[in-house]
């Protein structure tokens, strides 16, 4: 099945979320799960291991996270029904962030779970992408643009001139720059001051779709 995301354990096995499941590998084989192992939804679109030593998993119908590897434990949400998980990533403090198709940013701490405080989620509902910033802030990759969060305030980061672009990725860059990928329209550079560098199949890129972005 299609490969969405991957991440690593802490007790070292390799995570695979595909459209038909998740599968552990411990090096040698793979065992798979999917419904009938207690997940929500057989899609797995976002991985995330957490400081505490669990492991998340975004489905296409909500959350549910693992300990020992072996058995799913149901995340519960502040929406209903359950949306689709595109993307996690963890705050400080333990605090955990979820992306979703068409509900906007979700929060978890404490055991409870609510809406980013201050976020617009009316026009601002489809969340590709999610990045913790190394000042505490969230970048909020979107369909259609690019949001900072930071205290309950929520503001708009632009790629320059034009339409507002589908993010798909987001990276910090050790000067404080932000990368941010896209579908179709390349590779974006916004350095400290606010300068904005493109890049695109005219200048580098193989192509314009950008999926995942690392800084090694």
């Known amino acids: 099945s299609q490969v969405r995301c991957i991440a690593q354990d802490a007790q070292g096995f390799l995570w695979f979320g595909t459209l038909g499941g998740v599968s552990r590998f411990d090096g040698h084989e793979f065992v798979n799960y999917a419904l009938q192992e207690g997940l929500p939804d057989a899609q797995v679109s976002a991985l995330l291991r957490t400081q505490d030593g669990g492991l ?12 020992n590897g072996n058995q799913f434990l149901p995340v519960p949400l502040a929406t209903d029904p359950a949306p689709r998980i595109m ?13 979703t ?8 701490t404490e055991g409870t779970s609510g809406l980013l405080p201050g976020y617009p989620v009316d026009t601002a509902n ?5 990045l913790v910033l190394r000042d505490g802030g969230l970048l909020i990759g979107l369909r259609n643009g690019l949001l900072r969060w930071k205290n309950g305030r929520c503001e708009r980061v632009s790629l320059g001139e034009g339409p507002p672009k589908s ?17 179709g329209e390349g590779l974006y550079h916004v350095s400290s001051s606010g300068a904005i560098t493109e ?3 005219t200048n580098g890129l193989l192509q ?9």
């Open 126 to 130: 489809t969340v590709r992408a999610l």
């Open 87 to 99: 993307a996690l990533a963890e705050g400080p403090g333990g605090v955990v962030y979820a992306a």
């Open 199 to 201: 890049y695109d199949e």
């Open 167 to 183: 993010i798909s990725a987001l990276a910090e860059g050790q000067d404080g720059g932000l990368w941010v990928g896209t579908y």
């Open 208 to 216: 314009n779709n950008v999926r995942t972005l690392l800084m090694d």
């Open 56 to 67: 998340w998993l975004g489905t296409g119908s909500g959350i549910v996270r693992t300990i």
């Open 101 to 108: 198709d068409e509900r906007g940013v979700l929060v978890f």
